[in-house]
């Protein structure tokens, strides 16, 4: 059973993080239900793979305080996504479990405030586009993780989210599916002379670049 916010009455789910890492390594099943999936799919997740505030490097630098003991606990208002692609926003609190050992984990409580309802059609986040664009160029995961600032498992997750949305079978299916619905737009389209599989290119392009909060706004084409 979800906890209870007692100035709101709102439901409150729970999961659990590494105090080294901040990888979430236990989840309630309503914790992982805002999401759309089951807790298995995050185990292995940053926080900061699932959920924005702010800029990108905000809720990390939240969590690296925890997790080096500059802080005991933070609240901060997130923006989450569902696997059907409806954002969410939600109260997220996270704090340090000790014990006379020392730190023992990370408690972070998910308080959801409001839901999008479901878009008119499908839509890309310019997060999701920028993954898609580099599965499009062949780039791995180890590759996309480093240049869109994600664990490997937060791609995976979101490659997953998307191949759910879209009842594609596999990332290249996906990639070929969502060009073909014109959603990666002409940026993110393979130009001339360059191969599907020139993750070279993909690497020199997104050089530097940083998801930015506008990455949980949708990207449809208008």
Known sequence: MPKENKDSAAPVYAAQACPLSAVIVA??????????VSPGEIHGCLPSDLLHVGTPESLRQRFTGLCEGHTLWFTEKVIGQHCRGTTFTARLTAGTATAPTGLTGLMLLLSPTTRE???ART????LEARILDGVAAGASTELLAERLRLSRRGVDYHIRQMLRRFDAPNRRALAAQVGALGLLGPSHATAPGRRANDSSNWSAETTGMRETPAGWATAAQS
Not at 123 to 126: D, F, G, N, Q, R
């Open 27 to 36: 989840a309630e099943t309503g914790f992982a239900a805002q999401f759309g």
């Open 117 to 119: 309802t479901p878009p």
């Open 123 to 126: 839509v890309l986040t310019a």
